[in-house]
């Protein structure tokens, strides 16, 4: 769950406390390299340090760049209120000369050099399974994915759907508040969940998963409001698959012909994959939502690097006096799955703000 770390990001004030508390550490250490305890402390600090200044660069650029349905339009024109750039529009751009670089929140890699080389991910949260969406069958093929045998992910789809659905009604294969009263687990509030890791509270989630396939699953779905659009220009492979009901062939053809034209509805899907879809409970689109998830981890050269920074960025409504909130998690440990490198590639450069450029202050 995430540490309710909120507010405007200070990168200053980060930093400077960081900075702090290494000179600290490097003080204390005898120097001889052999106090691990140390060197983890120092490894932890370095990736905090350079992962909070990455944060800062990335929410100014939130801040100050327009949106489109893949991301951030670095340099670009804002769009209308349709979110759509017209050819008139897009012709004057390119003959103005006028450079754009896209970022995009499909959870690729980039990479930006933040005092040690960092590798990001910027996802948005509309790209996911959303687990208050009530779509049993997307959870379900998502469970399936994830080494879940098909009939405990039913029931686990199930459970969740029970668990959200504001009723206590049961549904085939689900589990409602006497079910939880038989098994001594505290009862459903059946309400939305606030954050993913809720779903540790529903029946039979806990102890199905090993501790590799909560982490996956952890990055793979999110708590959203329950009719919030899927966006078909942010999803990851097994994202599409799942909500969609796809094979890996099909979500390849969406990715592939996403990076010429953004999709919109599942008209789009029809046509490219030929097949007839009538799509899930969760209803589908292709803009982002107001959540953009962030994730960093120092680049080693290909060598595994044993943690992992997140933060979640969340756009308050239009005219609001606070536009972003930051909510930091604790550091993480293990496998991250960091970026489908065989989609996307590795490293492509994280897009600098051409405001900071024209200052010179990069």
């Known amino acids: ?23 600290i550490i490097v003080a204390a250490d005898s120097g001889d390299g052999r106090n691990g305890a140390l060197r983890d402390l120092r490894e932890r600090l370095a990736l905090e340090i350079a992962a909070t200044t990455a944060e800062a660069r990335l929410a100014h650029l939130l801040l100050t760049e327009p949106l489109d349905q893949r991301g951030l339009r670095v340099g670009g024109d804002r769009l209308g209120p349709s979110g759509v750039l017209t050819p008139m529009e897009r012709g004057m751009r390119a003959a103005a000369g006028r450079i754009v670089h896209p970022l995009l929140f499909d959870g690729r890699a980039y990479h930006i050099d933040a005092g040690p080389m960092l590798q990001v991910e910027v996802q948005d949260e509309a790209g996911l399974v959303n687990l208050n969406s009530g779509d049993e069958g997307a959870v379900s093929r998502l469970l399936t994915r994830f080494g879940v045998a098909e009939t405990k992910a039913r029931h686990m789809a199930a459970a969740l759907a029970d668990y ?4 206590d009604l049961r549904r085939l294969n689900g589990v409602e508040r006497m079910g939880y009263r038989r098994a001594g687990l505290p009862i459903p509030q059946d ?3 606030e954050e993913r890791s809720g779903v540790e509270a529903v029946a039979g989630w806990r102890d199905a998963l090993s501790s590799i396939q909560g982490s996956r699953l952890q990055n793979r779905v999110a708590a959203l409001p329950p009719m919030q659009r899927f966006n078909l220009n942010s999803a990851p492979s097994d994202a599409l698959q799942a909500t969609l009901g796809l094979d890996a062939r099909d979500a390849g053809l969406i990715l592939a012909a996403r990076e010429k034209v953004a999709m919109q509805s599942l008209a789009d899907v029809a046509r490219l994959t ?14 982002p ?41 604790p550091l993480r440990r293990g496998p991250a799955e960091y970026a489908e490198r065989s989609q996307h590639g590795v490293g492509s450069p994280f897009p600098i703000s051409p405001a900071l450029l024209a200052a010179r202050k990069w």
């Open 1 to 23: 769950m995430m540490a309710h770390e909120q507010g405007f990001v200070l990168p200053s004030l980060a930093l400077a406390t960081a900075l702090l508390s290494l000179s």
């Open 164 to 167: 959200t659905d504001g009723d």
């Open 191 to 193: 309400a939305p969940l």
């Open 274 to 287: 030929g097949l007839s879809l009538a799509g899930g409970i969760a209803p589908i689109g292709g803009l």
């Open 289 to 329: 939502a107001r959540q953009i998830r962030f994730r960093a981890r120092i680049d080693r050269g290909g060598k595994t690097d044993p943690y992992h920074y997140e933060a979640r960025l969340t756009f308050a409504e239009e005219g609001r006096d606070r536009p972003l909130i930051v909510e930091v998690a």
